[in-house]
């Protein structure tokens, strides 16, 4: 006959302390998904404060007996703080900071294609990226596509004669609301 294993679980803070948790919004995290881990954990260990074991804590939660335990162990080593998904940082730009400061101060004194400014990086900073991580990268900056169209509120003086010129897309600065 099995022995169910019993690991108890550590009460870092107070029950009503885990309810206020439970209710917190989690939108601050970043996506809809972490938020949803967050708050399935913070569940889990809800159930398991209550008495339930980790199995049937982690099935009212949604969570695989695998799972479970590791979160249950999660949270014995490191509290609340440790429930949270780890960030993933990713590997760095290859881009400076400061170097993208200097594209984002050009771009706003010189508006360029995507193409461009792809042309432009590989010659001022001998990087090669493609289209896509150029476009990535710009968003990232806080950049936006922008045409110039006659009855938008930020056009310029000259936009008749722009749209007329070329309707191609263009980076720009985003305009800064008070």
């Known amino acids: ?47 398991r404060y209550l008495g339930f074991t980790a199995e049937e804590a982690g099935k009212m939660a949604g969570l695989s007996k695998p799972s479970a335990y590791r979160i249950q162990e999660i949270w014995n080593e490191g509290g609340p703080c440790a429930v949270c998904p780890a960030e993933i940082p990713g590997r760095p730009s290859r881009l400076s900071q400061e170097q993208k400061d200097e594209l984002a101060h050009l771009l706003t004194i010189n508006p360029m294609e995507t193409k461009d400014v792809q042309l432009f990086i590989m010659e001022r900073y001998g990087i090669e990226y493609s289209m896509k991580q150029v476009h990535v990268n710009l968003t990232n900056m806080g950049m936006r596509h922008a045409k110039p169209y006659p009855e938008d509120r930020r056009r310029p003086d000259d936009a008749d004669e722009q749209l007329k010129k070329n309707s191609r897309m263009l980076w720009i600065q985003p305009e800064k609301t008070l």
Not at 15 to 23: F, Q
Request: aromatic share 8%.
């Open 1 to 47: 006959m099995v022995r169910p294993t019993t690991i108890e679980i550590v009460r870092h803070i107070p029950e009503k302390e885990l309810d206020s948790l439970l209710k917190k919004d989690f939108s601050e995290t970043g996506s809809f998904s972490k938020a949803k881990k967050i708050r399935q954990r913070l569940q889990f260990i809800r159930f």
